[in-house]
């Protein structure tokens, strides 16, 4: 598929719909070794002055090792049709599971980012801060109790747009 490239001032959508409900795939790595993952957490904005989004990696999540390792990272936005190839993104694991050949997903490399051909809508972003989430930061007990049982709290990667492509 041809990408048109626009400009991050320029994007429109829903960010709450398209994570929240449509989801993304997070991918880190480059041509010969990369991973993804389903995300439905993040947001998009200005910070430091810069268009950016934030996503978010569990410790467990094989993605996590390809997102401190690099320094640039692509979500991708789909439409219904992919939902197959989303559900199994984020329930299998690249540790075991040959995430590079999934149905429906053809992967591409653009500016040090893995993308996918068939996203309707791809930021590719440079990290610009990474840190984990503190149980200490919590200021609603009810969070941590409800999303972190375990205390396998997430890693925030907040990267500044850099290209946006629209499908």
Wanted: one cysteine or more; glycine letters at 10%.
């Amino acid at each position: 598929m041809a990408f048109r490239l626009l400009e991050p001032a320029d994007l429109g959508g829903n960010f709450f719909r398209l994570f929240g409900e449509d989801w993304a795939l997070l991918s880190a790595g480059g041509p010969d070794d990369y991973n993804m993952m389903t995300v439905s957490w993040g947001q998009t904005g200005v910070l430091w002055n810069r268009p950016v989004a934030t996503v978010y990696a569990r410790p467990q999540r094989y993605t996590k090792r390809f997102l401190d390792a690099g320094d640039v990272f692509a979500l991708s936005f789909f439409g219904e049709e992919s939902r197959a190839a989303l559900k199994f993104c984020g329930s299998a694991s690249g540790r075991t599971s040959d995430k590079k050949h999934v149905p429906g997903l053809t992967p591409a490399f653009r500016d040090g980012a893995v993308v996918f051909e068939e996203a309707r809508l791809v930021l590719i972003c440079r990290t610009l801060y990474r840190a984990p989430l503190l149980a200490e930061g919590f200021t609603d007990p009810a969070v941590p109790a409800a999303c972190y049982p375990a205390g396998d709290y997430h890693t925030a990667y907040t990267g500044e747009i850099v290209k946006v492509l629209a499908g």
